[in-house]
Nanobody, 125 residues
Framework: VQLQASGGGLVQTGGSLRLTCAAS????????MAWFRQAPGKEREFVCT????????NYGDSVKGRFTISRDNAKSMVYLQMNRLKPEDTAVYYC???????????????????WGQGTQVTVSS
């Protein structure tokens, strides 16, 4: 299984970025997908998750209303559209996958079996 995250970069406060995670080596439509992020010196933080069909999403409070997760099962891709970015959004962003996520475990990075390598997002003030 391989998850390849891309799309990070440097953006000014209020700007937008779109992250992409390309999955291979798995039956993508059977996996819950999520984005986490980790800033220097901090624990890995839940950003959002999406169900296998894409019918339901869930977001961390800090990104709710600004970020949107989506997926394309035909292309084995998951996306994170990030709008109205803030300096506190600066982090390495990781995509993650697992087949058996439930409501109570979706926020826990240990619940996810597969991880991408991360892509750096830096928001300047």
């Amino acid at each position: 299984v391989q998850l390849q995250a891309s799309g990070g970069g440097l953006v000014q406060t209020g700007g937008s970025l779109r992250l992409t995670c390309a999955a291979s080596g798995l039956t993508f439509r059977l996996y819950y997908m999520a984005w986490f992020r980790q800033a220097p010196g901090k624990e890995r933080e839940f950003v959002c998750t999406i169900t296998r069909s894409g019918s339901r999403t869930n977001y961390g409070d800090s990104v709710k209303g600004r970020f949107t997760i989506s997926r394309d099962n035909a292309k084995s891709m998951v996306y994170l559209q990030m709008n109205r970015l803030k300096p506190e959004d600066t982090a390495v962003y990781y995509c993650a996958a697992d087949r058996t996520i439930i409501t109570t475990t979706q926020f826990n990075p240990r619940a996810y079996a597969y991880w991408g390598q991360g892509t750096q997002v830096t928001v300047s003030s």
